[in-house]
């Protein structure tokens, strides 16, 4: 079953228009990764899925219901972490987590909420005395209390210390593992291509690339670099050199070993060495550098 379904949404701000017709599906059970730069319109999008704001073009459905239609049904189902949480900050974690519990039917116990983030040990803590990443755990906490089908996670480890970040990772994965459905934008490609099975990239309001996490980056290309011995000019080299920064040349290939392998070969054969030599396959970090170096090159032949 397809648990998120965006076809050609559009909505904008007064004159300006923040998405502009953008469409995509997450099956249920999938994390999904919506990516961009500040300003693509990532925000806007999840506002409009969980019903905040009314879609001005296109259809959005949410477990199969629209969220301005059936607000009540799509909230129930739905948990939602935002980038900014509105907390109480004199209350404490466990009297935070009563509150909220007030208001969710048949939500998880409060030791359960706590100890699926790691706070239980911060269960007596204000909130205004928690740490930024603590803060984000807390929402996690709190999105997550009445076990919803659908989480949005905005940004959900802004903050957080890499073990809380692996940990946060955990527990997004295990939630997918029941079959939870997850719509998570971040600025760290490394979370996203760690977590999502599938994302898209937005810029100013539209989606310039997606697809399937493992079948994109397999379609990118990799990288090879390596210090250039000093008797070698990289015209020489037996595979194509991409740039040379300093004396660090970078090949960017379809096969990175085997390009590292002849690389290795040929050197051999000259008695010289590949000091610093760095393999490694594609990165979503690459396929943004490539996105935005087109589209550089592009702003050129217009210019
Ligand atoms: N309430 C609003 N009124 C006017 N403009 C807005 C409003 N909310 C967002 N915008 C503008 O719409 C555009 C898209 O914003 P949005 O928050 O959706 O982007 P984003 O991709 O989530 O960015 P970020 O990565 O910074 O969170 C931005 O240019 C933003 O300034």
Redesign the pocket.
Known sequence: MTAIQVAGLAKS??D?A??KGVSFGVPQGEIFALL??????????VEVLAGFQAPDEGTVRVLGLDPVRDRAEVRARTGIML?EAGFFPDLTVAQTVDAWRDFVAAPRPRAEALELVGLEARAATKVRQLSGGERRRLDLALATLSRPDVLFL??PTTGMDPEARQNTWEVIRGLAGQGTTVLL?T?YLEEAQRLASSMAI?DR?LIIASGGMAETLAAQTGRVAFELPASVTPEELPVPVATVEGRTAVCRVADPDLAAQTLLSWAGERGLRLRGLEVRTATLEDLFLDLAAGEKSEKKEVA
């Open positions: 701000y007064g300006f923040a998405v961009g730069r500040n300003g693509a319109g990532k925000t806007t999008t980038q905005d940004e934008t600025h937005m309001g």
